[in-house]
């Protein structure tokens, strides 16, 4: 008997110690294995840091680690944040002037166009009037924000969620919301392009209904036009103001001003921006990274093919190619995917997780 308890009391001290050995291998097991993937992780970033072009770059490698990195956690640094932050504050100062108000401008005073230099416009009494009194936020004052981009990467996201639950959130070109699952449905600025306006609706005078109705979705958003970048856009987004106004919709109609989009470019030509003019994407993304605390940022994927290399549309609602001849979009990614390296923002590319960030 005395044998007996004496045997089991040995097998299960050895039991004990081989689960425990086991265990223990499997946590260090899991050690090495996390250790080892932030090593990767942090030489992925470093080395995304460090690129200065695009150009030769193989798309399906870089898109193999783009793929990787959106593995890694993604974490605020705010050293990073507050560094770009201020850089762009003092070049830039979008909390003033990313738009053309009564604060930052006076009656008389001309505006010197950012794309044609030569190409002046006097505020005057009728043009003063159509402004608003100041930029609705001032410089931080805005916690979570959302830029959503027009690329084909969103179709299929379900990313809908996750963007409406930012505070603010930023569209481009009249971006149709009713793939709210994918892109969801808040809206609290949007743009639309002179170019957009003349071929798409024509007689805004007599007909103003079209552009009344495709607005009525986006809610009490300020719509933004680039009226002072080139001499043909002026005349439509005024027309867009009187029609609106007219109509009496809920947004308000306001201008980019030109200073703000000089300095910006100016801004990042010194970081390594060469293309002839930055996308509107990339102008926003800037805005955002200076007056919200959190930039996240969807939609913005320059190539026509996913993480998983399957093939995508130009944009998340139709196929209609680009113009490549004004922007250089590979490289302003670049510059954004460096910007979610450091911490700075967070950009998402392919499905978004059901579970927000908090
Ligand atoms: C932020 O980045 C800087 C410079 O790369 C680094 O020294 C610092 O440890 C980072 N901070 C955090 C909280 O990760
Ligand atoms: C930005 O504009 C605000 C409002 O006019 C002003 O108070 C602030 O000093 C400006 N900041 C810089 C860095 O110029
Ligand atoms: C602007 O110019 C007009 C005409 O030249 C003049 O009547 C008006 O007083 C000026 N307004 C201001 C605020 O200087
Ligand atoms: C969504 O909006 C776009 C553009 O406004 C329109 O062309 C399309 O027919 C709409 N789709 C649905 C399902 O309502
Ligand atoms: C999204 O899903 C639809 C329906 O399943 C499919 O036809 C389409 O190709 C998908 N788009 C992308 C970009 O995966």
């Not at 981009?149 to 505070?167: F, K, R, T, V, Y």
């Not at 798409?200 to 002072?228: C, I, K, T, W």
């Amino acid at each position: 008997m005395r044998y007996l308890i004496l045997f089991i009391l040995v097998c299960s001290g050895t039991l004990l110690s081989i689960t425990l050995i086991d265990n223990y291998q499997h946590q260090r097991d899991g050690f090495l294995d996390s250790v080892q993937k932030r090593l990767q992780c942090r030489r992925l970033r470093e080395k995304l840091v460090t690129m200065t072009t695009m150009k030769k770059v193989d798309i399906a490698l870089f898109s193999q680690e783009v793929r990787e990195l959106m593995n890694c956690p993604w974490r605020l640094n705010l050293t990073h944040r507050e560094l770009h932050r201020t850089e762009l504050w003092s070049c830039c100062n979008a909390s003033d002037r990313l738009m053309v108000t009564r604060q930052n401008t006076n009656q008389n005073q001309s505006l010197t166009y950012d794309a044609e230099k030569w190409r002046k416009r006097k505020v005057d009494q009728a043009l003063w009037e159509m402004l608003p009194q100041t930029v609705p936020w001032s410089k931080g004052s805005l916690s979570r924000c959302a830029v959503v981009g027009s690329g084909g990467i969103l179709q299929n996201s379900s990313c809908g969620a996750e963007i409406d639950n930012a505070d603010y959130v930023i569209r481009f070109n009249l971006a149709p919301i009713n793939k709210s699952y994918d892109v969801g449905v808040k809206t609290d600025l949007i743009t639309a392009n002179p170019s957009q306006i003349n071929k798409g609706y024509p007689d805004l005078q007599r007909n103003p209904g079209p552009l009344v109705e495709v607005m009525s979705v986006y809610g009490h958003a300020h719509l933004l036009l680039h009226a002072f970048s080139f001499g043909f856009g002026t005349s439509p987004c005024f027309k867009v103001y009187h029609a609106l106004r007219k109509a009496c919709t809920q947004q308000k109609v306001v201008f980019f001003h030109p200073d703000y989009l000089l300095k910006l470019d100016k801004f990042w030509r010194r970081r390594g921006q060469r293309a002839p003019r930055l996308s509107t994407g990339m102008m926003l993304a800037s805005t955002a990274l200076e007056i919200c605390e959190q930039v996240h940022l969807y939609g913005f994927w320059p190539f026509p093919l996913d993480l998983s290399q399957n093939t995508l549309p130009h944009h998340y609602y139709d196929n209609v190619g680009p113009s490549h001849f004004m922007h250089a979009m590979p490289e302003e990614f670049l510059l954004l995917l460096q910007l979610h390296s450091q911490g700075a923002l967070q950009l998402h590319v392919g499905p978004c997780t059901l579970t927000p960030t908090p």
